[in-house]
């Protein structure tokens, strides 16, 4: 699956990402995404480059481990996102180095996407919160699990790597969730305290929408527990 830099998240609605529902990620983050005049002067790689953790494209790719290709007129090179985004508007790239395409690789039939954001209104949001989950099921066992937010411990979306590998291959139930969002998430999330929300709260709304959006992805593929 590829996506050239340029094109703008309102041209999302004219792409399999939005006819597919294993997909159902990019919808979520579509319907979220600021305005409809925003999202259609918005492009996909400038949502990237600017490597913020209210970057929803950057923390929708980490759960799809896309790779971005950075060019210039010494040539082109492929790299994670998970190593293009080093820090709070910084990037592992070259001056002369453009972003000119993000690519991942087509998820199984069997897997799905859902991404959250909450804040105080609907639209026009930065997010208090934000998770991406990916989710591979078969005969009700998490065959693998990939959980994203704006923020674990860094000021850039990440992983909660550590929670994902406690799900693998456990029974996908709420009491399995209840674990991983109670005992191990708050071992490797550090949130901090702003203007705008405490540590605190961000930490409960941070094992809410975990247990949201895996609850979510469940019900796409068919059938899940009620919240």
């Known amino acids: 699956m590829r996506i050239g830099a340029l094109v703008r998240v309102g041209d999302l609605e ?7 529902k294993k997909y159902s990620g990019f919808v979520d983050v579509f319907k979220k995404f600021a305005n409809a005049h925003v999202r259609n002067l918005a492009t996909i790689g400038g949502n990237i ?5 209210s970057s929803d494209f950057i923390t929708l790719f980490k759960i799809l481990d896309a790779k ?24 592992a790239k070259e001056p002369d180095e453009v972003i000119t395409e993000i690519a991942f690789n087509d998820i199984p039939e069997n897997s799905i ?12 949001i930065t997010g208090i919160v934000t998770v991406a989950a990916y989710l591979k099921l078969k005969d009700n066992v998490i065959e693998d699990v990939r959980i994203a937010f704006d923020r674990v411990s860094r000021r850039i979306p990440d992983r909660v790597v550590k929670t994902e590998e406690y799900l693998k291959g456990k029974e996908f139930n709420m009491e399995t969730l209840r674990t991983a969002y109670e005992e191990i998430l708050p071992k490797e999330m550090v949130r901090k305290s702003d203007f705008r929300a405490s ?11 975990m247990k949201r959006a895996l609850t ?9 527990e009620s919240l």
């Open 14 to 20: 004219n792409t399999l990402l939005f006819k597919e």
């Open 49 to 53: 480059a600017v490597a913020l953790s």
């Open 68 to 91: 971005i290709k950075l060019e210039s007129v010494k040539g082109s090179r492929w790299i994670s996102i998970h190593d293009l985004i080093v820090d709070k508007r910084t990037l």
């Open 113 to 124: 996407t859902a991404f959250l954001k909450f804040d105080y209104r609907e639209i026009i």
């Open 199 to 209: 540590a605190e709260y961000r930490l409960h709304l941070s094992k809410v929408l």
């Open 216 to 224: 979510l992805c469940k019900e796409r593929l068919g059938g899940g």
